[in-house]
């Protein structure tokens, strides 16, 4: 099945959420029986519902960069902006404080913007199921095809929300009544990544590999399934579902193309979410990824507006000559010692003064996949086949193979998911995983060993908005008393 892009994402916009509002914590808007009656009765109203998931996809991840935020920034190996005041406390110089977010709270503190998507794709399959085969033009096939990319969306949502927040709020089906939504606990994170495991099982049995990477296929829900058992640390089930995704046909990019893997549809991309520049839609922004531009790129752009490297990082990771380095960043044209990452530098100018950065957002790349294989092959007791993976990727980069063992490997796999995928949203995310903390100094002067018994590596919610809306609500127990 292939999405028609009948529609320009403005035109999206009025039927992302096409039943009434409601105020509710969760942004869960009701069925409306009289609209639905009308609209689930067109294969194709299908199909325009399950883009407006995919664009409530990009707002929610890109809000005020939230996406970099919590994966990068958190991370302490990208370095904020001086302009940047009301992030110096999520830095290492700032202990890694997620409780003071002047002007952010609305995005790094609250959840409510993913609901809307988790309510999105509860629609479609709730409503899709009861359709007649004969309503798609490739029957049953189809139907199942957007059933499947409905869940695999929400199971990437609330896996991204638990990643980011811990323990959410599992909400399985629509709300039919507004004014009635009940309070709710908590949900066991076991409980929520059970449930997205089920949505990934039905994703990779509808799903075909498509060539288009900026929507579901077989490969990524085979990748995302592979990234849940890796954080549930089962990594019997995340070696089987690396080797299924790498069956599917991607390659690495020569480290001379290196930057096409932003450029969309790349063949080492396994799902990305479409930014590129066109003058009918409204899928790029100007803003999102332009705190990794300088001058360079941008002409009269200070420096003081734009993310670097961490120099201490990038002094002792980056220790060895390697092309990957130059592919992936710049030295500031004011101060050599600084690097930017450009990544996300393809600078398209529209009009006189006016420009846009026509790149794809890379969720889940072949790189990455090999080195989550490398992971699970250490910790099922095969050194030998999780150092041949580390190797390949460096290899790639262009530096020399490296002969280590035991934790050292372990150690290295890490390093190395730092140095590739920097930028890209994750590695905060690998250190909660791979429980690195300790491991580095950057680290274990901020994360105590109460810090991480109590989960101080998840971000606080906004209780004073949250928490009239659902009396049961309970804040992460880190940042009850931080």
């Not at 299908?46 to 890109?62: D, E, F, K, P």
């Not at 997205?196 to 498509?210: M, S, T, V």
């Not at 590596?457 to 009239?468: F, Q, S, V």
Request: hydrophobic letters at 40%.
């Amino acid at each position: 099945m292939k999405f028609k892009y009948i529609l320009s994402l403005v035109g999206i916009s009025g039927i992302l959420l096409f039943n009434s509002s409601c105020s509710k914590y969760l942004d869960l808007k009701p069925e409306n029986s009289t609209y639905d009656e009308v609209f689930w009765k067109d294969g194709e109203n299908v199909n325009r519902a399950t883009l407006g998931a995919y664009a409530l996809l990009r707002n929610s991840l890109r809000a005020d960069r939230s996406y970099f935020i919590f994966g990068d920034i958190a991370s302490g190996i990208v370095h904020q902006a001086g302009d940047d005041w009301n992030m110096n406390e999520f830095a290492r110089s700032g202990g890694y404080r997620f409780s003071y977010a002047a002007y952010l709270e609305g995005s790094l503190w609250n959840w409510t913007r993913f609901y809307g998507i988790i309510n999105q794709c509860n629609l479609i399959v709730e409503q899709a199921q009861g359709m007649d085969n004969k309503l798609f033009s490739d029957g049953e096939a189809e139907k199942n095809s957007y059933i499947a990319n409905a869940r695999f969306l929400r199971a990437f949502t609330y896996f991204y929300m638990q990643r980011v927040w811990g323990d959410v709020l599992l909400v399985k089906e629509t709300f039919k009544d507004p004014q009635n939504i009940p309070d709710m606990t908590r949900t066991a994170e076991k409980e929520t990544l059970a449930f997205c495991k089920e949505d990934l099982l039905f994703a990779i049995a509808n799903l075909q590999q498509n060539s288009t990477k900026s929507f579901a296929s077989k490969g990524a829900a085979n990748a995302l399934m592979a990234e849940v058992c890796a954080w549930e640390h089962d990594y019997v089930n995340a070696e089987k579902y690396t080797n299924e995704t790498l069956k599917l046909g991607y390659a690495l990019e020569d480290v001379k193309d290196y930057r096409k893997i932003w450029l969309g549809n790349s063949k080492e991309s396994i799902f990305e979410l479409n930014m590129l520049y066109s003058e009918s839609g409204n899928e790029f922004s100007e803003d999102f990824f332009s705190r990794f531009l300088t001058s360079a790129t941008i002409p009269g752009k200070g420096s003081s507006s734009a993310w670097y490297i961490e120099p201490e990082f990038l002094e002792s990771e980056f220790d060895k000559p390697e092309a990957r380095l130059d592919s992936m960043s710049l030295p500031f044209p004011d101060n050599g010692q600084q690097r930017t990452i450009r990544k996300y530098d393809n600078k398209i100018e529209y009009r006189e003064g006016k420009y846009a950065i026509s790149n794809n957002l890379v969720l889940i790349r072949l790189a990455d996949i090999i080195l989550l294989r490398a992971e699970a092959y250490y910790k099922n007791g095969k050194p030998a086949l999780a150092l041949n993976d580390l190797n390949t990727i460096r290899k790639r980069a262009g530096l020399e193979e490296i002969q280590v063992s035991g934790e050292e490997l372990f150690k290295e796999i890490f390093r190395e998911r730092r140095r590739e995928l920097i930028g890209e949203g994750i590695i905060q995310f690998d250190l909660i995983r791979m429980n690195m903390f300790e491991q580095f100094d950057e680290y274990s002067g901020a994360y105590s060993q109460d810090r991480i018994a109590n989960k101080g590596y998840y971000w606080p919610l906004d209780m004073r908005n949250l928490l009239p809306q659902n009396e049961l609500l309970t804040q992460n127990p880190w940042w009850r008393n931080h």
